[in-house]
């Protein structure tokens, strides 16, 4: 029992060495703005093949999606959907941001047309709901979703 | 002349005696080898009064009374004992200590997943693969 002790403090004190840890989702949904003097409705958006999504401050990760994945061309509407983002952030800030290209083949500078930006306050909650808007901010390669 | 005796008589009794011979060889052989051999008739052995009396042999009874010491020799030349791998306590013991050892080993693992936040949980569906971070 005197040696038990000792291992068993032994393993307490490893495991809380090893830290308490918990998973914090924010889910972004994203749309393209498509009023007045922005992406001219679905025959611009659909034009659009690559998001990405890169995050700062308290956490890092960038997310690359498209040609042809994770929703991207869109089809109809200019609403996009969710992404998820898994931290154990639960203090800070959470800077979001979105660049959205019209290239077909690769993020292309270039060919960079909207934006969207969106800072979080991290915290405890376990699933923080955000809404993210991408606003067109160049022409892009394929200018007025016209080839 | 008598008349011979039937075949059949004669041998029976051959057998017959053949039997008790080797009947009473059987029977004498072991008291044989337990004689003493070369031991002095016992007659003389048990010839009455003319026995010596022992003097060196001592009047005080106690001193002839078992020792301390004497209990400790008795201990060593008990037979010696089983050796420890060969008794069922110490094969139980070891099992426990391995499934217990594997158990905690386990558990750690597990617990130390679970304090580092677990499984991240899967992407829904309707993100279309659009979720990334920590865990994945």
């Known amino acids: ?147 | 002349m008598s008349p011979p005796v039937p075949f059949q008589k004669w041998t029976l009794r051959a057998g017959i005696a053949v039997a008790l011979t080797v009947a009473l060889a059987v029977v004498s052989l072991p008291r044989v080898a337990h004689a003493d051999l070369g031991d002095e008739p016992s007659s003389k052995s048990s010839g009455g009064g003319g026995q010596v009396e022992d003097a060196d042999k001592p009047k005080d009874g106690s001193l002839l009374e078992k020792k301390p010491a004497d209990a400790a020799v008795e201990q060593k030349a008990a037979p010696p004992q089983v050796a420890f791998y060969e008794k069922w306590q110490f094969w139980a013991i070891a099992g426990a200590v391995v499934v217990g050892a594997i158990a905690l080993i386990w558990g750690g693992q597990a617990l130390a997943h679970q304090l580092n936040g677990g499984d991240v949980r899967p992407c829904n569906m309707d993100f279309k693969d659009r979720c990334f971070g920590e865990g994945r």
């Not at chain 1, 690559?50 to 956490?59: E, F, H, K, N, R």
């Not at chain 1, 660049?99 to 969207?116: I, R």
């Open chain 1, 1 to 147: 029992m005197r040696r038990l002790l000792p291992m068993l403090a032994l393993a307490a004190a490893s495991v809380g060495a090893a830290g308490c840890n918990e998973f914090h989702y924010y889910d972004i949904d994203v749309t393209f703005n498509t009023a007045a003097g922005q992406f001219a409705g679905i025959n611009e958006v659909s034009t659009i093949q690559v998001l990405v999504m890169s995050v700062t401050g308290a956490d890092n990760a960038v997310l690359q999606i498209g040609p042809n994945s994770g929703g991207l061309p869109l089809q109809t509407g200019a609403h996009l959907g969710i992404f998820e983002f898994a931290t154990f952030a639960d203090s800070g800030q959470l800077n979001f941001k979105i660049d959205a290209y019209d290239d077909d083949t690769s993020a292309n500078p270039g060919c960079k047309t909207g934006e969207g930006t969106k800072t979080i306050n991290a915290s405890s909650t376990v699933t923080v709901m955000e809404m993210m808007t991408i606003n067109k901010t160049a022409p892009g390669c394929v200018p007025d979703g016209t080839l």
